[in-house]
């Protein structure tokens, strides 16, 4: 059994390290053969005395003023230490839930991009009402784009797709405000024109983002802003629909009885829905394997980025985008 090495960077979550360590614990329980190193506000580096694949290195610091990107790359903090044992001491991967831009701007500066990829992407795995996963970027790299970025993430989505899901031919599509090739951003119009060309790319063409969702799409395109509107829009719609079905069941007492017989259809709708699915996204597109774990994420989000972590470098998932990007 191959040995793999993870870094986890747990400062920046707004309810403390708790949540991460735990979710650490438990998986380096199910996985022996995963090392994981834990940065953050420790006395001291220790080794773990139960878990001899945990340790702890103690770095309590943030990005002082993540508005100045580059000054913060010079900082010492938890991020900066754990992304540099990415480039100096092997590590296979790496995950944090701290500031953002910080974070992106450190893999890029620090690590570099993959070959013929303009910029990296931020791009979570959503689930689909139909039981599918789908790709979803850019949620918030990337304000403004060109027509290439695109390009390039649709390229990198489908061998994301065919590598961790073993999707023959991911089913690629740019969101908009309508279908028709006329309609749109001078960026998605030109991007749309382009990979209707690309014969390795299985394009749809244009997708409304009212179908999202429905299990139709394996790669959804979109810039950077528009994405993290859908995607927070998509957080704050299943709260609002989870606290309006909770008020209106308790209206009456005949409700909560025949609420109680559906407890199972709730609980696999809730497990389709739940926004933890959809608390991390990779950074995509960057020479390494990253992902950005939500700021308020609790045991369960983290524990499914480390298993999303364990299932890409048992895939060869990096050298498969390498490969993909260098043709």
């Known amino acids: ?4 090495k993870i870094v986890f960077d747990l400062n920046g979550n707004d309810n403390g390290q708790s949540a991460g360590i735990a979710a650490a614990l438990e998986f380096a329980k199910q996985n022996p053969n995963f090392e994981l190193h834990l940065i953050g506000e420790f006395k001291q580096n220790y080794k773990d005395e139960l878990l001899e694949n945990v340790f702890y290195l103690n770095n309590p610091n943030v990005p002082s003023n993540p508005k ?3 000054s913060t790359l010079r900082e010492n903090t938890s991020m900066n230490q754990a992304i540099q044992m990415i480039k100096e001491d092997g590590f296979d991967a790496i995950l944090s839930s701290g500031d953002s831009g910080s974070y992106i701007t450190g893999l890029t500066m620090k690590l570099g991009r993959l070959e013929n990829v303009s910029r990296p992407a931020f791009m979570p795995v ?3 009402i139909n039981g599918c996963k789908f790709l979803f970027m ?3 790299a990337n304000l403004v784009v060109k027509s290439e970025y695109l390009v390039e993430w649709a390229k990198l989505g489908s061998v994301f797709h065919q590598t961790m899901f073993n999707t023959a031919n991911p089913k690629v599509s740019i969101l908009n405000i309508g279908t028709e090739d006329y309609k749109g951003q001078d960026f998605a119009i030109e991007a749309n024109a382009i990979l209707k060309e690309e014969s390795n790319i299985n394009y749809i063409g ?7 969702f429905r299990g139709n799409i394996d790669v959804a395109l979109i810039d950077g802003y528009g994405g993290n509107l859908v995607l927070k829009s998509y957080e704050g719609a299943i709260f609002t629909f989870k606290d309006l079905l909770k008020m209106r069941i308790m209206k009456s007492f005949v409700r909560k009885v025949a609420a109680s017989f559906l407890k199972g259809a709730f609980k696999e709708v809730g497990q ?4 933890r699915n959809v608390g991390s996204a990779w950074v995509i597109g960057v020479n390494a394997l990253a992902i950005k774990a939500h700021g308020s994420s609790d045991k369960k989000a983290y524990l499914s980025a480390l298993n999303n972590i364990k299932d890409a470098v048992e895939k060869d998932l990096l050298i498969k985008l390498k490969n993909k990007m260098n043709e």
Do not use: K, P, S
Request: charged share 35%; with cysteine.
């Open 68 to 70: 100045e990107l580059r």
């Open 206 to 212: 244009f997708q409304e983002t009212r179908d999202l």
């Open 272 to 275: 389709v829905l739940d926004y």
């Open 138 to 140: 850019d949620v918030g």
């Open 1 to 4: 059994m191959e040995n793999y």
């Open 126 to 128: 959503c689930n689909a």
